[in-house]
């Protein structure tokens, strides 16, 4: 009889663990599927139109020693937009065109920022001195 009795109640603590198994899987699933909507929600979406000026990430920089270097390259023109997020490229100065995916790229502000007539030009003065 001891042993039918013990038989049973580990049969019960095995459904038991069971089922905290599970919850604790859908816990997860619940737990990640929100995390993934926050994260989604705050990524950006970047709009790149054709002719727009862009930088291209450099990834293959940071070997080089120079730690004050940036690592985007550019400007580069868009020439083309393709299905999947890429994008054609083409520098200024030469006529090859490259692709690259579209989450090596930023906008480039450069060429706007240079149009706007209202930049404050200041300029820097050694400060006055006791003989003065």
Known sequence: MGFAKAGAERKLQLQELECLHLEAYENSRLYKEK????????????????????L???????????KLRSRWEGPYRVKK??????????????PNIIKV???????????????????????????PTEMD
């Open 56 to 66: 291209l990430y450099n990834s293959r920089l940071r070997f080089m020693p120079s």
């Open 35 to 54: 995390v993934r909507a926050v994260h989604d929600k705050n990524i950006k979406q970047r709009e790149l139109r054709l002719g727009d000026l862009v």
């Open 101 to 127: 995916n579209g989450h090596r790229l930023k906008l480039y502000y450069g060429e706007q920022i240079k149009d706007r007539k209202e930049l404050e030009i200041i300029l820097l003065e050694d400060p």
């Open 81 to 94: 937009t393709e299905r999947y997020g890429v994008f054609q490229l083409s520098h200024p100065s030469s």
